[in-house]
């Protein structure tokens, strides 16, 4: 059985030595440390819902090289059932993580290098594919967590690459030999690499003719040599450090959203893990394939998983405070559902409407526009559910005291008889949900939803690609009673 225990990951992830750094200070054990823990902690979920029953059902199925039952999220996607499912997956581990999913990113970039190595294989001979899923297979026979990598801090952008003062502003290959590559550069703002198994590191955007070297794709393990992580830190970061008490945090086990600047510095790669190398005809195809799987994913469903847990918060504090009658109160909470549904119907839409993207691959990939629309939407969506919400919690959730209070002799009875509200619910159940809309409404999730499988502007541009105006103009015509063919006219995208 390819599913492994949740107790081997964490073993594994415990012998796991990468270079982290947070606050200025070396991380010397990231199943320890307060903040880097949840990355673990998370990724240990996805392993103990795999074995789970009923969560199995949906983060598990089998893998198409051996039969043997699998995680999720090492899988591919090979119908639109299988899309569903990767979708639902995505609900399922937000919902539940209240957080990313670490795995996730590196699902999607299995998913899109098993189509573009095909593709490559296919047309210039290259052994990329079969390299691919000897890798593919390793990582489904351990059951290895793997981290995705695209982003980059890049150059000015109004400069090609060619013209940056600092070529390592993009990752490039520095050296080939008869063994592999070295490469140096970084990613920048990736999800809870330190704590995976494995990276793969994919382009960050199109290459053109004369850009070799910045148009490569591989996978590394875990804090290989030259690797360095440098972690984000901010408020709820520091509070983490600072906690006593777990139960203080807005989400006591698995925390907010954990990045790093991922840094090559001289990082040597085999050949056995290079899957693209200087075509960069392919470049861009990988990254276009890689967003239209993952708007899907990180904009319609994960999404909604976290809307589902806010959304459940808000109306908690709503019968806490005595408010389930109140009309403009419902108003809003129908209002968020509306919203969380409308992007989670996007989603599924476009799961269902996905098909092989190339030809003989057995890889498929969601209806572009629609994972698109999906991911444009949830980003107003969900700063409007967090307003909703903040609206329905009231200036407390920014103004709360500590939940130590509750153990001071000299302020606790007042802590319990002003932040109680007269409730059948204790001051203490009052504040922890509190605390958990404080995270989400004052927290980093709503510049995260933003950016997250790319900014706004990057879906409004495939919108207006992918947009086909004929059809809409003909019937337009037809409706008005405008005879005869109309002018030939060249639509053009942005």
Partial sequence: MAVKSPEAYRQRAKSMKPRVFMDGKLVEDITAHPVTRTVVEANVASYEWALDPEAGKVLRRPSHLTGEPCNLYTTLNRSPEDLVQRAAAGLYAAANLGTCIYRCVGCDALNTLAATTFEVDRDLGTPYHARFLDFLRYVQDEDLSVAGAMTEPRGPRDQKIGEWKDPDLSLHVVEKNERGIVVNGAKINISGAYACDWTIVMPSGARRPGE??????????????????????????????????????????????????????????????????????????????????????????????FGKVLIGAARLIQEYKGLEHAPHINDQMTEMVTLLETVRACSKAAALEGREEVPGSGVWFPSDLLGNVSKLNVCTAFWRMM????????????????????????????????????????????????????????????????????????????????????????????????????????????
């Fill in 212 to 305: 070799e070297p910045y148009s490569v794709a591989f996978a590394v393990p875990n804090g290989a040599e030259g690797m360095v992580y440098v972690c984000q830190y901010g408020p709820h970061a520091a509070e983490r450090l600072l906690a006593d008490d777990p139960w203080e945090l807005g989400n006591p086990r698995f925390g907010q959203r954990e990045t790093s600047l991922v840094v090559f510095d001289h990082v040597f790669v085999p050949w056995e893990r290079v899957f693209l190398c200087g075509e960069t005809k392919y470049a861009g195809r990988l990254v276009a394939r890689f967003a239209q799987l993952h708007r899907m994913v990180c904009g319609g469903s994960c999404k909604v998983g």
């Fill in 387 to 494: 307003a909703l919400a903040g609206d329905i919690g009231g200036g407390v959730v920014v103004t709360m005291p500590s939940l130590k209070e509750l153990k001071n002799p000299e302020t606790r009875a007042y802590v319990e008889k002003f932040y109680g509200f007269g409730s059948d619910a204790s001051a203490e159940q009052i504040m922890k949900v509190t605390k958990l809309l404080q995270h989400w409404t004052a927290g980093l999730h709503g510049v995260g939803t933003w950016h997250g499988a790319g900014p706004v502007q990057a879906q409004k541009i495939m919108v207006q690609r992918l947009t086909d105006y004929t059809e809409m103009k003909g019937l337009a015509r037809r409706m008005a009673g405008i005879e005869g063919e109309p002018p030939q006219t060249q639509e053009t995208s942005p």
